[in-house]
């Protein structure tokens, strides 16, 4: 946003103006709340029941206690915006080499980044890991 040099004067005058008259406003938004996919699994380990919430720029994982009370395990920002979230089940005939995997659903994740990422989430760290990306497009929308 920009300010002329008359408006800013009247609320900060301790300030010199800049040689041009004009002053710039930089604001920050929240992060969005609003939940847009939701998909469920076994994220955490082959017993757990977990859920994931798609946000706009964020994926959170959430446990729902068997008295109903759902718990943030995890929020993180994503690179870009989510445009679809999928959990790909465990399949007992593929055998992965990486011990974090077995017997865990993946998250899939398809964003305006031009990516499908696969994602495993580590106990350890709390937080999601790419087991591979596939390009499928350039970045951004058409």
Same mark, same amino acid.
């Given at each position: 946003?920009?300010?002329?040099?008359?408006?800013?004067?009247?609320?900060?005058?301790?300030?010199?103006?800049?040689?041009?008259?004009?002053?710039?406003? /930089?604001?920050? /938004?929240?992060?969005?709340?609003?939940?847009?996919?939701?998909?469920?699994?076994?994220?955490?380990?082959?017993?757990?029941?977990?859920?994931?919430?798609?946000?706009?720029? /964020?994926?959170?994982?959430?446990?729902?206690?068997?008295?109903?009370?759902?718990?943030?395990?995890?929020?993180?920002?994503?690179?870009?915006?989510?445009? &679809? $979230? /999928?959990?790909?089940?465990?399949?007992?005939?593929?055998?992965?080499?990486?011990?974090?995997?077995?017997?865990?659903?993946?998250?899939?994740?398809?964003? &305006?980044?031009?990516?499908?990422?696969?994602?495993?989430?580590?106990?350890?760290?709390?937080?999601?890991?790419?087991?591979?990306?596939?390009? $499928?497009?350039?970045?951004?929308?058409?």
């Amino acid at each position: 946003m920009a300010v002329t040099e008359e408006e800013s004067s009247s609320s900060s005058t301790s300030r010199s103006p800049p040689s041009n008259g004009v002053y710039y406003l /930089a604001k920050s /938004a929240l992060r969005s709340s609003v939940v847009l996919q939701v998909v469920h699994g076994h994220i955490r380990s082959p017993t757990s029941y977990d859920v994931v919430f798609g946000k706009e720029t /964020a994926i959170e994982l959430v446990s729902i206690g068997e008295d109903g009370i759902v718990q943030s395990v995890c929020e993180q920002p994503v690179f870009g915006i989510i445009k &679809d $979230l /999928a959990v790909l089940p465990w399949n007992e005939k593929f055998h992965s080499q990486n011990r974090q995997t077995q017997g865990k659903d993946l998250l899939v994740v398809v964003s &305006d980044s031009g990516k499908l990422s696969f994602l495993t989430f580590c106990n350890e760290m709390h937080r999601f890991f790419p087991v591979t990306h596939v390009q $499928l497009s350039d970045p951004g929308n058409t």
